[in-house]
């Protein structure tokens, strides 16, 4: 991404997706929807610790009683295709982490762009078949991109995110890696957040390290105060009683949506592991969900999609399955128990679609690290007995 904004490079991105499909488990978030071109070959190994002299990336540390596995994800080209989900160069795409231990990803100079990292709880040996944190399906290589899901599905994605389009730092900007929205290289800053938009697990925090933090518009991100005892447990999604119920047509069953509870619980031991935004609530798929169409009422509005490029009131309408970007600020989504939770817990965080003036964030690339800590000093527990 260059000096341009993200929702400028939602406008701009022209990306067509060369694969035959994108499966449902897939999420893509739309703060950093933007993807890189890279050909290097897959590398799936997984280390603990990674030491350089001279260091771009993030480093991560699980700080919570719990062993965990980190998930890092990237949109890349290869073969003359575009694919979603793939590993970041040089790593394979799970990788585990035992608790008190520590993690670092380096990030090619020349740049690269929509990687997502998140943390993965309950798994079995592989790092599979997870409580949470199954949010897209396997990867099984190039040539086997979506290998499917775990047996019961994959969960939603519901978990703690980092989000970074990274900067190339090359002096040399012929080998930058390209910015796909405009054609031309990845600009010098890095782009980054952490997202809540479609839930939150995990409490975390997000320090900015190296010589250009003071470049930076923030210093770090807080989140160690998400609490999943504070996820709301009678969410009103009615719209002041407009839509009092949605029904499942798949099964047959309606769901209240005046006292909607939004708490995930393990199938083990009813612990909390995770808090649903309402959009996914809505729009996801059993058992997490209640399957509503985006683009039906009051999904429309939790959801905030914006289908068309440059939206405006005349283009863009809920009626059609579509809320302009300031439509969504000033519409119920804004109202909800949980948007005002996740405020209440963590600043400079996205809580909901367009919630750019608190989520989207820069440094300078290449004199910019990040450390992500998993439970850190004082936060509350995980998983959580609600």
């Given at each position: 991404?260059?000096?341009?904004?993200?929702?400028?490079?939602?406008?701009?991105?022209?990306?067509?997706?060369?694969?035959?499909?994108?499966?449902?488990?897939?999420?893509?978030?739309?703060?950093?929807?933007?993807?890189?071109?890279w050909s290097s070959a897959e590398n799936t190994n997984n280390i603990e610790s990674r030491a350089t002299s001279s260091w771009s990336g993030i480093t991560i540390v699980n700080n919570c009683g719990v062993p965990l596995y980190i998930e890092a994800r990237a949109t890349v080209w290869q073969n003359n295709q575009w694919f979603v989900g793939a590993p970041l160069p040089s790593y394979g795409t799970t990788t585990y982490l035992a608790s008190?231990?520590?993690?670092?990803?380096?990030?090619?100079?020349?740049?690269?762009a929509s990687t997502k990292f998140w943390a993965k709880y309950g798994c079995d040996s592989t790092g599979?078949?997870?409580?949470?944190?199954?949010?897209m399906q396997y990867w099984g290589g190039f040539s086997n991109p979506n290998a499917g899901c775990p047996a019961k599905g994959c969960t939603p994605p519901v978990d703690s995110l980092f989000e970074a389009t990274w900067g190339c730092s090359l002096s040399d900007r012929t080998k930058c890696a390209k910015n796909p929205s405009t054609g031309g290289p990845l600009g010098t800053a890095t782009f980054f957040d952490t997202s809540h938009v479609d839930g939150y697990t995990l409490p975390y925090l997000v320090e900015m390290q190296g010589s250009g933090v003071s470049q930076c518009d923030v210093q770090k991100?807080?989140?160690?105060?998400?609490?999943?005892?504070?996820?709301?447990?009678?969410?009103?999604?009615?719209?002041n009683g407009r839509y009092r119920t949605a029904t499942d047509a798949s099964i047959h069953k309606t769901y209240s949506l005046t006292n909607a509870s939004l708490v995930i619980r393990s199938t083990t031991d009813q612990k909390a592991v995770g808090c649903?935004?309402?959009c996914k609530l809505l729009n996801s798929g059993q058992p997490y969900g209640y399957n509503q169409a985006i683009g039906s009422q009051p999904t429309?509005?939790?959801?905030?999609?914006?289908?068309?490029?440059?939206?405006?009131?005349?283009?863009?309408k809920a009626t059609s399955g579509?809320?302009?970007?300031?439509?969504?600020?000033?519409?119920?989504?804004?109202?909800?128990?949980?948007?005002?939770?996740?405020?209440?817990?963590?600043?400079?965080?996205?809580?909901?679609?367009?919630?750019?003036?608190?989520?989207?964030?820069?440094?300078?690339?290449?004199?910019?690290?990040?450390?992500?800590?998993?439970?850190p000093a004082g936060s509350p527990a995980f998983p959580a007995t609600v």
């Open positions: 991404m260059s000096s341009i904004g993200v929702l400028s490079i939602l406008s701009l991105l022209s990306i067509v997706i060369l694969l035959s499909t994108i499966p449902a488990c897939v999420a893509t978030n739309d703060e950093l929807n933007a993807a890189v071109v008190k231990k520590t993690l670092n990803y380096t990030i090619p100079a020349a740049g690269l599979r078949n997870c409580i949470v944190g199954d949010q991100i807080d989140g160690s105060k998400l609490d999943l005892k504070k996820c709301p447990k009678a969410e009103n999604l009615s719209m649903i935004a309402p429309v509005w939790m959801c905030c999609p914006t289908p068309v490029p440059n939206a405006n009131d005349q283009n863009c579509c809320v302009t970007p300031n439509a969504c600020r000033t519409g119920p989504i804004e109202q909800t128990q949980y948007v005002k939770a996740i405020h209440s817990m963590i600043s400079n965080t996205y809580a909901y679609s367009y919630d750019d003036v608190n989520g989207l964030h820069t440094c300078p690339s290449g004199t910019t690290s990040f450390k992500m800590t998993f439970c």
